[in-house]
DNA sequence: AACACCGCCTGAGCGC
DNA sequence: TGCGCTCAGGCGGTGT
């Protein structure tokens, strides 16, 4: 489940295989993946309105929207979205589009002779040139797509609910962004407009470092927690881009490499399992809509200092 | 305003 | 072997 570390790995992947790449033409599948900017909020595919009650058809999607005839110039990252920048050589014009990988999506560079399928969920196909011939968007559940920007400028708009990037968040970011969130910290964890990058995986990684239990009222916390929580999430999402990132089940960066993150949590899909550092039984339950595994040992419940043992006698 | 909750979607894993 | 069920979860939309 592509998160911070995974959208990064895909990033770099990519970056290495498809700047200065000149796309020379594209194939959509599924219409239904891409959001234009006439589509109804959310696109097609999610919005249910749109799809019962139609107030017209998809705009339709021009080559040109998706790159063709663009070289790829660079390639961002906010949070657990990529944005890849193209500029026209004559003219000098620019365009981009947004992807999203959501739970299941990812982006392939691939030799001419795998084209995909509509069976393995292949929704565009694009067409590079040189050697390694396409690129291709593959999201079995779709909960990924693919905006149309235009420009870089339309990009920033598109990301201004993002709040600050994860990977390099500080404690007075932290702090302020929760100073008047009652929810809990996981909730708020996983709220892109809070803190952009951070999923179910690393909310609980994040929180284990910091020994924070995850259903606290986010606004209790103090600035020493502030610090440890904003030090365990950059540490944890840098140690998995080490690593290649997670791959519980479909993972794999743009060039078919799965990471090895997985090994290394201490938290996620461990409930029941010793605690690594305390070595009791890990906890589970339902927080913020998520499965949440945490250590009611070791995880602190408040901010409160513990009280020292008070001296016998 | 802040937050809870729903539904989208498919494949893996499980019990029978 | 195969069927039906549950679960996984990012995130936009809707309800409170």
Redesign the pocket.
């Known amino acids: 489940?592509p998160?911070l570390p995974e959208v990064e790995c895909v990033r770099r992947s990519l970056e290495r295989g498809l700047i200065g790449r000149t796309v020379r033409a594209v194939e959509v599948r599924r219409r239904d993946v891409i959001t234009a900017p006439g589509d109804?909020?959310?696109g097609f595919?999610?919005?249910?309105?749109a799809r019962n009650h139609p107030v017209r058809p998809p705009a339709p999607v021009t080559p040109a929207d998706l790159l063709v005839g663009f070289t790829i110039e660079r390639i961002d990252r906010l949070?657990?979205?990529l944005a890849i920048h193209g500029v026209d050589a004559r003219p000098g014009r620019r365009s981009a589009i947004v992807v999203?990988l959501?739970?299941t999506g990812q982006l392939l560079l691939e030799g001419p002779s795998s084209a995909g399928s509509q069976a393995d969920?292949s929704h565009i196909v694009w067409t590079l040139d040189g050697p390694s011939g396409l690129l291709i968007f593959r999201d079995?559940?779709?909960?990924g797509g693919v905006r149309l920007a235009l420009n870089a400028e339309a990009v920033d708009r598109l990301w201004a609910d993002l709040g600050p990037d994860a990977l390099d968040i500080t404690a007075d970011e932290l702090r302020s962004a929760l100073r008047?969130?009652?929810?809990?910290i996981k909730?708020?964890l996983?709220d892109?407009s809070v803190l952009a990058g951070v999923?179910?995986?690393y909310a609980d990684e994040a929180l284990w470092r910091a020994r924070i239990a995850p259903g606290r009222p986010?606004r209790g916390l103090s600035v020493d927690d502030c610090e440890r929580l904003a030090a365990g999430i950059r540490g944890v999402l840098r140690e998995a881009i080490d690593s290649g990132g997670s791959t519980i089940?479909d993972y794999v960066d743009g060039s078919g490499r799965a990471g090895s993150f997985q090994l290394r949590h201490a938290v996620y899909g461990r409930a029941g399992l010793p605690c690594p550092r305390c070595g009791r039984r890990l906890a589970s339950a339902v927080v913020?809509?998520?499965?949440t595994v945490w250590c009611r040992a070791c995880q602190r419940a408040s901010s409160r200092t513990r009280k020292k043992q008070a001296p016998r006698r």
């Open positions: 489940m998160e109804p909020p959310g595919a999610r919005s249910r309105a949070g657990k979205q999203h959501g739970m969920h079995p559940r779709r909960f008047s969130a009652r929810r809990p909730s708020a996983l892109q999923g179910n995986i986010a089940r913020a809509q998520r499965t």
